[in-house]
């Protein structure tokens, strides 16, 4: 009997431990610091590479509100899509850019080349933009479509969950999301960080593009539905989705899963 009991306590540790939400601190040579981060693992078989979506929080956010409080279940999603999920820390309000005016915030750097790496040398994943997406909401949805854009050879497929792309319509947010500590006066800014002047890039970078946002998210919703003519009158390819719900964990919760969902579809597609 106690033998039997022995091999169930086993094989139940075993069971739990395959899965992973795993802590680490990633270094960052141009930052010049570590970065936290959550690797959200399925079960691991030896000799399986597995697909990978990096995931950005809105601001203020972190990496452990989001795997308790954004998308509780993702724990879940990565052993139903056998996917690995990454959260990096972005820094309170880092808005995921290469800053012009502080060197501790460099992320788009980090994101789309240190932290890719790190993750390619440290976990079986498929080492290719087919295999690889980028996901974000409100400054992370920003954050996705700034960073995404930028390296098209890195991810194959790009969502944004009621982006706070356009700073031409925040108004006072411009000040009050802190858009100015890292990228200066918005007279000043560069082309570079409008996602609107980005958007002829997108026509020939191959990548597939999700935005979504709620019919009640008062500040998002037109920036969103503008970019979504402008993608439309290019004849870019991409998915535009509006549904009930405002700027607020219920409405990105049912968002980031649905796209979840997209994503695996989208990395089965041979055109990918």
């Known amino acids: 009997m106690?033998?039997?009991?022995?091999?169930?306590?086993?094989?139940?540790?075993?069971?739990?431990?395959?899965?992973?939400?795993?802590?680490?601190?990633?270094?960052?040579?141009?930052?010049?610091?570590n970065v936290d981060v959550i690797i959200v693992t399925p079960d691991i078989q030896k000799g399986v590479r597995y697909k990978t979506v990096y995931i950005l929080h809105g601001?203020?956010?972190?990496?452990?509100?989001?795997?308790?409080?954004?998308?509780?279940?993702?724990?879940?999603?990565?052993?139903?899509?056998?996917?690995?999920?990454i959260i990096p820390d972005g820094n309170y309000n880092s808005w995921y850019v290469d800053s012009p005016l502080d060197a501790q915030l460099q992320y788009s750097t980090f994101i789309g080349d240190e932290l890719i790496r790190y993750i390619d040398l440290n976990f079986p994943t498929q080492k290719n933009r087919n295999a690889?997406?980028?996901?974000?909401?409100?400054?992370?949805?920003?954050g996705a479509l700034h960073i995404g854009v930028a390296y098209p050879k890195v991810f194959s497929i790009i969502g944004?969950?009621?982006?706070?792309?356009?700073?031409?319509?925040?108004?006072?947010?411009?000040?009050?999301?802190?858009?100015?500590?890292?990228?200066?006066?918005l007279k000043d800014l560069s082309p570079s960080f409008r996602i609107y002047n980005n958007v002829d890039k997108m026509i020939h970078n191959e990548q597939r593009y999700i935005l979504d946002c709620g019919t009640e998210d008062v500040q998002m919703l037109e920036m969103n539905r503008s970019l979504h003519q402008?993608?439309?009158?290019?004849?870019?390819?991409?998915?535009?989705?509006?549904?009930?719900?405002?700027?607020?964990?219920?409405?990105?919760n049912k968002s980031l899963v649905n796209q979840l969902v997209l994503f695996q579809n989208y990395f089965g597609h041979e055109r990918l």
Request: glycine share 10%.
């Open 2 to 33: 106690k033998i039997g009991i022995t091999f169930l306590l086993l094989a139940l540790y075993f069971s739990v431990s395959a899965q992973h939400n795993i802590h680490r601190k990633v270094y960052s040579a141009k930052m010049h610091k």
């Open 59 to 85: 601001y203020s956010g972190n990496p452990t509100r989001t795997i308790e409080q954004d998308i509780p279940n993702l724990s879940q999603k990565a052993i139903e899509f056998q996917t690995i999920y």
């Open 132 to 142: 690889r997406g980028l996901l974000g909401w409100s400054m992370g949805g920003y």
């Open 160 to 185: 944004s969950s009621c982006g706070a792309i356009d700073f031409n319509r925040f108004g006072k947010g411009y000040q009050g999301y802190q858009v100015d500590k890292v990228l200066g006066e």
């Open 230 to 252: 402008q993608l439309t009158d290019k004849n870019i390819e991409h998915l535009y989705i509006e549904s009930p719900g405002g700027h607020d964990t219920a409405y990105w």
